[in-house]
Structure formats: structure tokens, C-alpha cells
């Protein structure tokens, strides 16, 4: 089975910096992509970065571009987001996310979340 556990988020002054990690367990030779999410208070869970397994390209959301960057270790089996000159409006609870796709099923999984809230 295939978890994700995040970690890294906590307060922050506006302009500051935070490293998220999330820490992948189980058979991850599934995962065709990963991702991290985030979902702040009233708002609906949007995209922030994604990295594809193979070649490693990387999106962004348009509202994270060049502050935030995406990164993974598979040596470890971890995600990373470097989140740099962070504002109050990235204030969220952020999530891991992995599409694991095998020839007989696709599975979307989900980390637990980690609250990074920014101060003004």
C-alpha cells in the first residue's frame, strides 16, 4: 500500500521562506507524476506544482511561479516544495498527491496535509 506523509509547514513571516517534504512508503515504482495542492479556508483545493516521473518536467499555478519550486528525490522517495518570498494569500493547508497508474488500475493518493500559514 501507498502512503504519503508531508511535513514541514508551520508560521511564517510574509517574505520568508519554508521547505515542504513529503516522504512517499509502498511501491512507488507506480507513481507516473506527483504533485502538491493546497487548500486554503473557504477556497477550493487547487494545483500548485507538479512533476512528471518521467524526464522530470515541472508546472506550475500561475500565483506560485518562480517563488516556488518543485523537486524530487527518488533516492530518498521524496517530494519537495522550496517556497520562497512567501505572501499571506499562500496561507493553506498543503497536500501531497501521487498518480500511481498500473496496467490494471489507476490509484490517485493523498498525504494528510500540512498547515503553512504566513503572517503579514
Sequence with gaps: QVQLVESGGGLVQAGGSLRLSCAASGDTTCFAAMAWYRQAPGKEREMVAVIITSGGSTKYADS???????????????????????????????YCNADCVRPDRYQEVWGQGTLVTVSS
Design 64 to 94: 506560485v511561479k518562480d517563488r516556488f519550486y518543485i523537486s524530487r528525490d527518488n533516492t530518498k522517495n521524496t517530494l519537495y516544495l522550496q517556497m520562497n518570498s512567501l505572501k499571506p494569500e499562500d496561507t493553506a493547508v498543503y
